[in-house]
């Protein structure tokens, strides 16, 4: 009975080196953190405050002078909504803000919490609708 190989010497090889490129390609996204995030935040359109997200160190948190009242967490790299006293509660479902063009908003507040600028992440397409 013949013994049947399943791969030769240079199906290793390209696997080799398909695996070796992919491995190159990822390292960036692995290791390179140059993130520069700017949190926006406005209240009836006027600009409450800007702030750099990648250089807060440790936890901050904001109470915003509005009807009815929002609370606003800020941490190294990311911001999110943690209180309203809205009905619906969207803003706050909206969880963490941590890539360019995440946004969270509460319409009876008429608050705006906006997250611009460059994350190795920010060219993935947002695939979470609510």
Do not use: H
Not at 7 to 15: A, T, W
Not at 17 to 36: E, H, K, M, R, Y
């Amino acid at each position: 009975m013949k013994k049947i190989k399943l791969f030769s010497r240079y199906d290793l090889l390209v696997l080799i080196a398909i695996s070796a490129i992919a491995t190159i390609l990822l390292l960036p996204n692995v290791f390179g953190n140059n993130d520069s995030l700017t949190a926006t935040i406005t209240v009836d359109g006027k600009v409450v405050e800007t702030v750099e997200l990648n250089r807060i160190s440790g936890v901050r948190e904001m109470s915003l002078q509005c009807t009815p009242a929002v609370k606003v967490r800020m941490e190294t790299g990311k911001i999110c909504v943690i209180d309203a006293d809205c009905e619906d509660k969207l803003c706050v479902n909206c969880g963490w803000l941590d890539s360019d063009g995440a946004m969270a908003v509460c319409l009876p507040a008429k608050v705006v919490v906006s997250v611009d600028g460059t994350k190795a992440d920010s060219k993935v397409p947002d695939v979470i609708t609510y």
